[in-house]
């Protein structure tokens, strides 16, 4: 590790501020800081961002709980709260003149925050670059004008960042370094193949496990978790032994989410499994999981799985109509093919859940949608985004402050 000189006379230079306004962008962070810190322990950083962030060394000058809102109507309940965190940041960058602003994610501000720094003569490093290729295009003019070096998460980020010629490295996902040790591997020894004359005859296994996501969010409850629940119903009475895990992020609201489960689960047929959704994979062999990042931590470790997605009819049609994707899972954008079943909107039904996931629990269907996952694991690059972009990120203050 890098020594800390108190009497280098650069020292007052080397001054990193790091913007995150969600809790991903403050798990990310924090391991961005970490491995800046592992290279230079004298880097002073500041910042916006979380108890994670705070934790590896950050002086926070703003805290993300007050920042983390979903939805247009969120946002204008808090827009007094957001305009006085960019006040802050604006007020602290004028202050402290850090030498480089990295910003993580968080678009709508962050993408302001970079164009003040700009302005400021201040380099800057967009880390987990906003979803330009999925809609809202036109922020791809102020990342080209404003954003120093984009360092990206996603393989076909590349050629798009090259096309506009912006500065970009893909550092690979960082969601990598945290799934790809101890990575679960496919075993169906348990299922029971016969041979019948030249035929082979598959049957289930004794005891399948599904693991079941209806994501973090309170809308993604009201939607999708009563459907899930219904469908494993269904899947249960068809199937002659089926176990339901059940998944319950911190940020779901616990009486809500348990009042739902209280009419479903008289018999004990779903356990609860709170906190880390790799709890739910190391033990599932199949997921029902709400379009989002957690189907791609479940990609990474191989778990099959079918994506559903449900919203309102007016959200609905403005995503048809700026959404420019084919698929809503990021296994499939990154496949460019669907290899997880996808079932949105109109076709998110109990039967239809119960039917896709009763067609695939067979060992052909399995082992095929796991090698298939894998593909797309490797497709996201090597382990170690955040040195990799620590790396970008004091290279870039090296350069800008012209130390040797």
Known sequence: MAQCSTTNPLQNLKHIMIIAGEPSGDLHGSALLRQIK??????????????????????????????????????????KIIKKAFDTFRTMVIKD?????????????NLRAAAFAWKNSIPVLYYITPKVWAWNRARIKKIRKYVSHAALILPFEKPLFKKERIPSTFVGHPLLDYYTQGMIKPDYRKEI????????????????????????????????????LKSAQIIQKQLNSVKFLVSMADSVNKDHFNSILKGYNQNNSFEVIKGNPVKIFEKSDFLVAASGTVTLEAAICGVPMVIIYKMSFLSYLLAKHFVRVK????????????????????????????????????????SMMRAQLLMVRKMLGSRGAAEKTANIALGMIKKSCQIP
């Open 38 to 79: 592992k290279k230079d322990p004298c880097m002073r950083i500041t910042g916006i961002g979380g108890d994670m962030m705070k934790d590896e060394g950050m002086d926070l000058f703003f805290h993300i709980n007050e920042l983390s809102v979903m939805g247009v109507t969120e946002v204008i309940f808090r827009i």
């Open 327 to 366: 698929y809503a899972g990021l296994a499939n954008i990154i496949a460019g093919r669907e290899i997880v079943p996808e079932l949105l909107q109109n076709d998110v039904t109990c039967e239809k859940i119960a039917k896709k996931v009763i067609s695939l629990l067979n060992t052909e269907s399995l």
């Open 97 to 109: 003149r850090p030498s480089l602003v990295i910003v993580i994610d968080y678009p709508g501000f």
């Open 193 to 228: 193949v016969k041979k019948d004359g030249k035929k082979k005859k598959t049957e289930y296994k004794k005891t399948f496990t599904i693991g079941l996501l209806p994501g973090s969010r309170e809308a993604e409850i009201n939607n999708l978790f009563e459907i899930m």
